[in-house]
């Protein structure tokens, strides 16, 4: 049941947000940068689901196409294989893998957001964001009570690993309805077109995917 909620909610918000996408914050002096290896990571209510490989296996072939060189983190690392690890601990075992780039995808439950979050967002910017991706599993991805009232939304970061700061923050509309659509691909495109958009991202020159 936990499984065929969590489809269910990623269908919805597939469905109904992927199409409205806003850039909540980014850094002031955008050089887009040819990254040599790009890790993406999906932060889901349940971290060891199949959907959760989907979503990784979808936003890594969005920035092939872009020809960035991308690997999942399941693939990289298993499921399992950063989770009890520090801030210090994680970034020394990525980078040690020849990442300089993570992309991060959390499915945020927005009833669970204290109303001090936008402040601290706008006061703190970059460290906000830089500590926001070691946050989304406290609190922020965890399901509520399943009221009517709950809202979701995705979000997605760009960090750069070797300035050790996030690059961009983009979100999709808040939604709880229901829509039979396509669930990962075009939830990848739409956030990845919008970094592009932002210039936080531009197309290299195509790599196979394999």
């Not at 971290?47 to 693939?75: C, K, P």
């Not at 109303?115 to 991805?141: C, E």
């Not at 979701?152 to 760009?158: A, D, M, P, S, V």
Request: proline residues 4%.
């Amino acid at each position: 049941m936990k499984n065929e909620f969590l489809i269910l909610l990623l269908l919805t918000l597939a469905g109904c947000s992927t199409n409205r996408t806003v850039t909540t914050w980014k850094t002031q002096h955008i050089d887009p940068t040819p990254y040599q290896r790009i890790m993406v990571v999906a932060i889901l209510p349940d971290e060891d689901s199949v959907v959760r490989e989907q979503i990784e296996t979808s936003f890594r072939t969005a920035l092939l196409n872009m020809g960035y060189n991308t690997v999942t983190a399941i693939s990289e690392f298993g499921r399992t294989g950063l989770r009890d690890l520090g801030e210090d601990e994680t970034y020394k075992k990525i980078h040690g893998r020849g990442i300089d780039a993570v992309v991060t995808v959390a499915l945020v439950n927005r009833t669970k957001e204290t109303s001090s979050l936008p402040v601290a967002a706008h006061s703190y910017r970059n460290n906000f964001y830089f500590n926001r991706i070691f946050q989304y599993k406290d609190n922020l991805t965890q399901p509520g009570n399943n009221s009517p009232n709950e809202e979701y939304y995705w979000e997605c970061l760009l960090f750069d690993l070797n300035k050790l700061e996030a690059s961009i923050s983009v979100q999709t509309s808040p939604s709880a309805k229901p829509a039979q659509l396509k669930m990962g691909d075009q939830l990848a495109r739409h956030l990845i077109r919008r970094m592009a958009k932002e210039k936080t991202l531009k197309k290299q020159k195509p790599l196979k995917a394999f």
